[in-house]
């Protein structure tokens, strides 16, 4: 099993950063690939970010391009999405999901039922 745990979510107006953290515990780390989703009201939950397990590899969804950056700190199992130049599109429900991923160290999972272990959320509100 793992556990996620996300952090770092709030009120931000448009423009503004915020730097989401995502602590995990259960597994080695290093075996996990990360993404981050997101949903916002009325939406379907969708992908916004994923990273490899070793971090050589990332992908991002093409509306938070050139603005967000996922990252990982092994030695802390956790992961970050940074997150820049924010919208009232940007506003949803943030979520952190692992998956073990044995053979690439490379992969980078995109869809919701790649991902077996996810946290709780963490709020994001961008105000315009």
């Known amino acids: 099993q793992v556990q996620l745990e996300e952090s770092g979510g709030g009120l931000v107006q448009a423009g503004g950063s915020l730097r989401l953290s995502c602590a995990t515990s259960?597994?080695?780390?290093?075996?996990?690939?990360m993404g981050w989703f997101r949903q916002a009201p009325g939406k379907e939950r969708e992908f916004v970010a994923g990273?490899?397990?070793?971090?050589?590899?990332?992908y991002y969804v093409d509306s938070v391009k050139g603005r967000f950056t996922i990252s990982r700190d092994n030695a802390k199992n956790t992961v970050y999405l940074q997150m820049n130049s924010l919208n009232p599109e940007d506003t949803a429900a943030y979520y952190c999901?692992?998956?073990?991923?044995?053979?690439?160290?490379?992969?980078?999972?995109?869809?919701?039922?790649?991902?077996?272990?996810w946290g709780q959320g963490t709020q994001v509100t961008v105000s315009s």
């Open positions: 990273i490899s397990r070793s971090g050589s590899n990332t």
């Open positions: 259960g597994r080695t780390f290093s075996y996990l690939a």
């Open positions: 999901a692992a998956q073990a991923v044995y053979g690439s160290t490379l992969y980078v999972p995109k869809m919701q039922n790649e991902y077996a272990y």
